[in-house]
């Protein structure tokens, strides 16, 4: 079993900037790829970024690329994602997941296993 809870969400103007975290309780977090998605009101869960178990291999998502950055502390069990100019289309529910695989990038949601609770992201105009 494991838990992942996000945290750093928060209210923000446009143009701002959040840093979410995302703190594993497992043991095979060091070998784990990670992921971040969002979710806004009435839409489908959507991929953002995605980073292998040594954090050398990152993919983003169209809409967040050159301004998001994911990256992880293997000795804190945590993933992080810098989010740099934020605006309002960014609104969402953030969550993080664990890849179900070791190897490849991971981009869609059947691709993860676990999930964290989410953390809300809102970005005002």
């Known amino acids: 079993q494991v838990q992942l809870v996000e945290s750093g969400g928060g209210l923000v103007q446009a143009g701002g900037s959040l840093r979410l975290s995302c703190a594993a309780d497992?043991?095979?977090?060091?070998?784990?790829?990670m992921g971040w998605f969002r979710q806004a009101p009435g839409k489908e869960r959507e991929f953002v970024a995605f980073?292998?178990?040594?954090?050398?291999?990152?993919y983003y998502a169209d809409s967040v690329k050159g301004r998001f950055t994911i990256s992880r502390d293997n000795a804190k069990n945590t993933v992080y994602l810098q989010m740099n100019t934020l605006q309002p289309e960014d609104t969402a529910v953030y969550y993080c997941?664990?890849?179900?695989?070791?190897?490849?990038?991971?981009?869609?949601?059947?691709?993860?296993?676990?999930w964290g609770q989410g953390t809300q992201v809102t970005v005002s105009s």
């Open positions: 980073i292998n178990w040594i954090g050398n291999i990152k």
């Open positions: 997941a664990r890849g179900k695989r070791l190897y490849g990038v991971l981009a869609a949601a059947s691709d993860y296993d676990y």
């Open positions: 497992g043991r095979s977090f060091s070998s784990d790829a």
